[in-house]
């Protein structure tokens, strides 16, 4: 069964600096791999995926990310953080045959001080 | 309207009422999903429509009744529901199918809680 680790549960960051968000998954085959970002109140609005092709992947809001198989990850990443990217972030997993059954991670917490 | 719509945003009810969360769709997806999303906790997905026939239904207790009468409506009946019931409920879509890769859009959610 596929499974996915967000292994920081809370980051700080300030405004301006760069951000790295990590994302390890289990799955057997190629996995489809999404990150999402959650606004207090809001739903889930996806940032990027990646189902094959170029590992580095752009997203909106420029964010990155980049899909490494020898180490089954899918980390996230912004050059310059703004006071608006304060969010919960969250690495989902799928398959071609999933029907959007996406298994989720239990959420990054992104805090940008001033 | 563009997206996924869910209403109402918030609901606050007893352990005896009977309520129900809505959900439209205005992208034309032939799936339909029903995600919890309690604090500290990964999303957990409850229900699975395909073209408008329940395709799953992850071991969820029967007082959470969907219905999905037809591809852009998804529907969950609430009855008897627990105090650990208090939830995000959201509402998501996707395009099944051959070529297509499960990207789901997701609605605002239903902030619900029990009292």
């Known amino acids: 069964a596929q499974s996915v680790t967000q292994p920081d549960i809370h980051i700080t960051v300030s405004e301006g600096a760069s951000l790295e968000l990590r994302c390890n998954y289990s799955?057997?085959?190629?996995?489809?791999l999404f990150w999402y970002v959650q606004s207090p109140g809001q739903g889930l609005q996806l940032l990027l995926k990646?189902?094959?092709?170029?590992?580095l992947v752009q997203g909106i809001k420029g964010f990155e990310a980049e899909f490494k198989r020898s180490q089954s990850s899918f980390n996230l990443r912004k050059p310059s953080v703004h006071w608006s990217d304060a969010a919960e972030y969250f690495c989902?997993?799928?398959?071609?045959?999933?029907?959007?059954?996406?298994?989720f991670g239990a959420g990054t917490q992104v805090v940008v001080t001033p | 309207e563009t997206g996924v719509t869910q209403t109402p945003r918030h609901l606050v009810m007893g352990m005896t009422n009977k309520k129900s969360l809505k959900c439209e769709q205005h992208?034309?997806?032939?799936?339909m999903y029903w995600y919890k999303q309690s604090a500290k906790k990964p999303l957990e997905l409850m229900f699975v429509?395909?073209?408008?026939?329940?395709?799953e239904n992850n071991s969820v207790p029967s007082r959470f009744s969907p219905e999905c009468p037809n591809s852009s409506h998804l529907f969950l009946h609430l009855h008897t529901l627990q105090p650990e019931d208090s939830a995000l409920y959201l509402c998501?879509?996707?395009?099944?199918?051959?070529?297509?890769?499960?990207?789901?859009?997701f609605g605002e959610g239903s902030r619900l809680t029990v009292l």
């Open positions: 992208l034309g997806h032939n799936a």
């Open positions: 799955y057997g085959a190629t996995p489809y």
């Open positions: 990646y189902f094959s092709g170029d590992t």
């Open positions: 429509y395909s073209l408008e026939e329940r395709v």
């Open positions: 989902a997993v799928g398959a071609s045959d999933s029907w959007g059954k996406l298994q």
């Open positions: 998501a879509s996707s395009q099944e199918g051959t070529g297509n890769t499960g990207e789901l859009f």
